[in-house]
């Protein structure tokens, strides 16, 4: 059984604040649902969302290497 992460444990995996959290999934753009009015994530989503932010983060940075060329 897969075991959903609350906004806490999301935080804390993350190492931001509560806030951002509740933030980042109000503008869907951390993966994200709600039960009962508590946000709720599961683990595969959060892990997921972290590989593509590490992959448009070196996409950002090859581009600014080539504007600097």
């Known amino acids: 059984m897969i075991q959903a992460l ?21 503008k869907g753009e951390l993966p994200a649902f709600r039960v009962s009015g508590s946000w709720r994530f599961l683990p595969d989503d959060i892990m997921d969302w972290i590989d593509e932010q590490k992959s448009n983060a070196k996409e950002a940075i ?8």
């Open 6 to 26: 609350n906004v806490k444990q999301v935080a804390e995996l993350l190492n931001v604040n509560e806030r951002t959290i509740y933030k980042l999934a109000k």
């Open 62 to 69: 090859n581009k600014s290497k080539k504007i600097e060329c």
